[in-house]
């Protein structure tokens, strides 16, 4: 692995481990102290989180076969908007902050994060 390749393959692995203990605390702490949809809000924040370091180790895999160009535009717009997106409703779950736009802003940056994998998809180069 490349320099970014190795840095970006630890923040999946970090946001993989972050996500399981968001998601156990969710389940199993949360609702003593939250409202069934403060809970309901984590949830959605770490499925989005889960899907989307996924898709991240598959771009990172994609890119060393395929060859991917602006695969990392790709990564830096699905990590901002997981940190955006999922972020916000930690926030909100945990510590009771509204953080206003960010929430659908984040939501923005995964969707055109996936736009921008169609455009790598798009210009990478033929394999016979």
Known sequence: MRGAER???????????????????AAH?????????M????????????????AIFGVLIAQRVFNLPGWRWVVALW????VGFSGSLYLMALAGLSVGIVTPIGGLLL???????????VRAPARD
Do not use: D, K, N, P
């Open 7 to 25: 840095i970006i393959g630890c923040g999946v692995a970090l946001s993989g481990v972050l996500m399981v203990i968001l998601g156990a605390y």
């Open 111 to 121: 969707m055109v994060g996936w736009l921008a994998l169609a455009v790598s998809v």
């Open 79 to 82: 990590g901002l908007g997981m």
């Open 39 to 54: 809970v309901s809000a984590m949830e959605t924040g770490v499925r989005y989180q889960a899907w989307h370091t996924l």
């Open 29 to 37: 702490g949360l609702a003593e102290r939250a409202s069934a949809a």
